[in-house]
């Protein structure tokens, strides 16, 4: 047992090893994806960026209610519509993004079907360059995203 | 018209001074870029030109336009002439590299070395020495004491390794029985044998003893950026960082230079008198030296992505304990060889028949054991754990 | 509070304050000079400390960790390690949350195995609303327990051996975790923060087709552990930098309360999922991997058949897969009965436990956390008592704290 101990030793066998190793990498094929110009495709349950559609939204603020850090503000007053009841009338929908963390426990508290607000599955660059005019969605810019200039949905597949 | 040999110097040198940086900076930091980015299952740098070739030129840009800082209370002059310590030997050991066999220019057949010194290998070691300075210099006068336990460790590295590095050029002047490379070559090249063979273990330690001469892993503590002390170059930026950078690439390519001249045959080309092989007679001289010194080069960083880093007392161990030994052994054993036998190379030749056969046998040994323990291995696995 | 009884704290605190500020004068007099190296009182070989600091804002400390270091030259003399750089007050969160919004904050403590912490959370509400998990949830959580431990301990892999020098299984290592945190990704739809447990079960059911890719990746993994294990096992450099490191026994573990892969590199064979089987690992068949000298060497050899452990594991259960349900019944409100219960699981770094006290509403009245991590990282005083610093790297890398998990 000893002389095949010296013997590994002596003939740097274990260095030879890890040197083959590094060595096969060399020419294996390597597995990066060259961002920006070739893009993952996220999984269609990714949480990506928020949507909200007013018309379905019954202003229930279950959503508001069920987020870990309460960054979803919502304000709504009663107004008499055309057949005289009342009706829920949304004034503000405020999602504060720079505190998000994605978790969609809001879409799963949303009782609508489908859901008024819901993380889209394949868009995930909203970066900006201030924090506070842009990452603070109000309802304009959750509804229809080219208020939000910072928000880039989703185009380019090369590589999935 | 015949220009004088010392024209023909200046041209040397001033191709040399103007080239080998330019080499260092642009190629030989971007193949260790991508070459360890390809062996870590990555690509390098590929987006500053096509492939990244114009990576060394972004790295040459950013460090000359950094603002120089020298800390308060250093000492300016030395602080400045640290890095200049740091480089210029090793520019000037590149004087007397046999880079190829002499070539005709016109009428005048020019040697491709800028000095042929008879006590080349000598040289280079002595300068190489004054590139500690640099360092010791550096890490002393940057006022900062991890910079100055950092460049005394890496002294003491440097220094230790010295001793087994000479001791292993000496078993290959006991077989060349010259001390000038250009000799050395022509020695090779007379025997028709690649000093190599019976020097193989000469040349494990001296690349070895190379790999720890410039700081390079897996003998980098004193400048790895895990540890406390970050080294001698903690408190140098800009150009002053760039030559040190540079220096210690350049010394990487000395050693390579040294390794291949010495022991791999330097400009000669593989298998001279092999009928088939013939055509390799068409490949100039200077090209196989540049293809040999690109291989050890690889070598390096072959080794940087691989191993990890010795800690310093295990460093130091090693190189006192272990590579000056054997190191001594070799030279008794190179000598024994040379003597035992009439003529110079009947020796040698036994020499390197003994030692690959050895080597090689050793190998297949140690191979077999590890096939038949992983077998063993492998039909214990829902077990526990070996202790 | 009323305003006498503010004013008496105030009081109080101001009297407590006062005391302390005496009693450090007075302690501080005492004492003759000694950290500064000043000559007076010394002579040529008394030992000469240097306090060092090994800096929050540093490659090696795996994320916000100061340690004060009183060093003799390179020798280590005393570590302290100064938390609380990335504390978040995650325990009063819970408090302040209900029962189900308590879930994400548990993906921030142990940032790279979420699904443990998620696990933990989940196991410890469903104790108390004594709520059964339906078997096929049973077997899918385990299947991303383990792929998180396998995920988990591929990032202890890189960062070790880049902290010793070893630079490429780092970006092996985290190449297998990109196809992990692929998988989490389609499951889930997140790839760190994964949120992928609910009471009661797991939100959604798999893909189609994700068991049987997750069936060919796992295939796969042994060989690459293979790789892993060809660059750094025998490698004579490595053992040279891990064997003989920070021993500690087997009492010693018992005693600070040291749990996970540390406590079986020291010999004691105990692993929750075999000591206090839960989900359906009674019915698994793996090796718990125990080895006996309790240095570097061996905690990583611990956590390395582990790894291979892990995939046994998967593959077990995703033989053993059948459609059901994937969520028991849950009120709608979760309001669990007036009762403390403490649940523990194995996470990749140690035992994780929930010490969950309700009220009888629908938020908790406190949710301590059994960080293993917090509790593993007092061992690092001892472990590096008469190391050199380099050695230091080493030791907190074998540990494998996440500060997120350390400071909460």
């Known amino acids: 047992m000893a002389l095949k101990k010296w013997l590994d030793k002596l003939t740097l066998l274990d260095l030879f090893d890890g040197l083959s190793v590094t060595g096969r990498h060399l020419f294996k094929k390597k597995v990066t994806i060259e961002y920006p110009e070739q893009k993952k495709l996220p999984s269609d349950r990714f949480r990506g960026m928020f949507r909200l559609d007013e018309e379905r939204c019954i202003k229930c603020t279950l959503c508001a209610i069920e987020c870990p850090i309460n960054i979803i503000y919502i304000d709504w007053h009663n107004e008499k519509n055309e057949a005289g009841k009342n009706e829920k009338v949304l004034d503000r929908f405020d999602v504060d993004l720079k505190r998000c963390m994605f978790c969609q426990l809001c879409e799963e508290a949303c009782p609508t079907v489908p859901k008024s607000i819901w993380l889209t599955t394949k868009t995930y660059e909203m970066a900006a360059y201030d924090r506070n005019e842009s990452l603070y969605l109000d309802i304009r810019k959750l509804t229809d995203w080219r208020e939000a200039p910072n928000v880039k949905p989703f185009t380019v597949v090369e590589r999935g | 018209m015949t220009l004088s040999p010392l024209f023909w110097t200046y041209v040397k040198v001033v191709l040399l001074v103007a080239t080998v940086p330019a080499i260092v900076g642009f190629v030989i930091v971007l193949a260790e870029r991508r070459i360890m980015g390809f062996m870590q299952a990555r690509l390098g740098p590929n987006r500053v030109g096509p492939q990244g070739v114009l990576q060394g030129l972004a790295d040459l840009v950013k460090l000359v336009t950094k603002e120089d800082i020298t800390p308060a209370k250093a000492e300016k002059a030395v602080h400045f002439l640290a890095p200049v310590l740091a480089v210029i030997p090793a520019l000037t050991a590149l004087a007397v590299i046999p880079f190829g066999p002499p070539v005709r220019i016109g009428k005048n057949m020019i040697p491709l070395w800028v000095a042929d010194i008879n006590i080349g290998l000598l040289f280079l070691l002595a300068i190489t020495s004054i590139g500690v300075y640099g360092i010791i210099l550096g890490g002393w006068s940057s006022n900062n004491k991890y910079s100055l336990l950092g460049g005394l460790r890496s002294a003491a590295q440097l220094v230790s390794y010295e001793v087994p590095m000479g001791l292993a050029l000496v078993s290959v002047l006991l077989m060349s029985r010259s001390l000038s490379l250009v000799e050395i070559v022509r020695r090779q090249e007379a025997t028709h044998l690649w000093f190599f063979f019976p020097g193989m273990i000469a040349f494990f330690i001296y690349f070895v003893a190379g790999v720890a001469e410039t700081n390079r892993n897996p003998f980098d503590l004193p400048e790895a950026e895990s540890e406390l002390v970050s080294g001698f170059n903690t408190e140098y930026s800009g150009v002053k960082f760039a030559f040190f950078f540079l220096g210690e690439y350049t010394a990487m390519i000395i050693i390579s230079c040294v390794a291949v001249t010495v022991f791999f045959g330097g400009w000669l080309q593989p298998f001279p008198h092999v009928k088939a092989l013939q055509f390799l007679g068409l490949v100039p001289g200077a090209v196989w030296f540049l293809l040999k010194v690109g291989g050890f080069i690889f070598a390096y960083i072959w080794f940087r992505s691989t191993f990890p880093r010795y800690r310093f007392d295990q460093l130091m161990a090693l190189g006192w304990k272990w590579l000056i030994p054997i190191s001594l052994a070799n030279i008794l054993v190179v000598a024994f060889a040379i003597l035992l036998f009439p003529g110079r190379t009947t020796g040698l030749v036994w020499l390197s028949w003994a030692f690959s056969g050895v080597f090689v046998v050793m190998y297949l040994l140690a191979k077999l054991r590890q096939k038949l323990a992983k077998r063993d291995r492998l039909a214990a696995v829902p077990q526990t754990v070996e202790s | ?408």
Request: hydrophobic share 40%; glycine share 8%; aromatic share 8%.
């Open chain 3, 1 to 408: 509070m009323s305003d006498d009884k503010i004013s008496q704290a105030e009081k109080d605190e101001a009297a407590y304050f006062a005391e302390r500020a005496k009693a450090q004068a007075s302690a501080a007099a005492a004492q003759s000079p000694s950290a500064s190296g000043t000559q007076d009182a010394h002579t040529l070989f008394d030992v000469q400390e240097m306090e060092l600091n090994f800096g929050p804002q540093h490659p090696s400390t795996h994320g916000v960790l100061r340690v004060v270091l009183k060093v003799d030259g390179e020798k280590i003399l005393e570590a302290k390690p100064d938390m609380g750089f990335l504390h978040r007050g995650t325990e009063k969160l819970f408090e302040t949350e209900t029962y189900p919004m308590g879930i994400p904050h548990t993906d921030r403590m142990d940032y790279v195995a979420a699904a443990t912490s998620n696990h933990a959370f989940c196991i410890a509400v469903e104790t108390l609303l004594q709520v059964e998990v339906p078997r096929r949830a049973q077997l899918i959580r385990v299947i991303l327990d383990e792929l998180q431990r396998l995920s988990s301990h591929l990032v202890w892999l890189g960062t070790s051996g880049i902290d010793l020098g070893a630079v490429t299984p780092f970006w092996y290592a985290f190449r297998e975790r990109e196809q992990i945190l692929d998988f989490f990704e389609e499951y889930c739809g997140a790839r760190l923060t994964l949120n992928c447990m609910r009471i009661g079960g797991l939100p959604f059911d798999l893909t189609p087709g994700w068991t049987e890719r997750l069936a060919e990746f796992i295939a796969d993994v042994p060989a690459r552990i293979d790789d892993y294990e060809q660059l750094l096992t025998d490698n004579r450099i490595w053992k040279k930098r891990t064997v003989g490191v920070g021993v500690i026994s087997a009492e010693e573990c018992v005693e600070w309360g040291l749990t996970g892969p540390i406590l079986r590199a020291s010999g004691v064979e105990w692993d929750l999922r075999r000591a206090r089987p839960y989900e359906c690992y009674d019915e698994l068949d793996f090796v718990v991997p125990t080895r006996q000298g309790g240095d570097t060497y061996d905690r990583y050899i611990v956590r390395v058949q582990e790894m291979r452990q892990s995939v046994r594991i998967i593959q077990q259960c995703l033989a053993k897969l059948e459609p059901g349900e994937i969520r028991g019944k849950v009120p709608r409100v979760i309001k669990p009965v007036a009762e403390e219960v403490y649940a523990s699981i194995e996470s990749p770094k140690g035992e994780i436990g929930f010490y969950c006290v309700s009220n009888g509403t629908n938020k908790p009245y406190r949710m301590h956390v059994r960080p293993p991590s917090f509790i593993n990282l007092q061992a690092l005083p001892r472990l590096a008592k008469g190391h050199l610093v380099s050695d230091l790297v080493a030791l907190i890398g074998t540990i494998d704290i996440v500060l997120g998990e350390v400071d909460r």
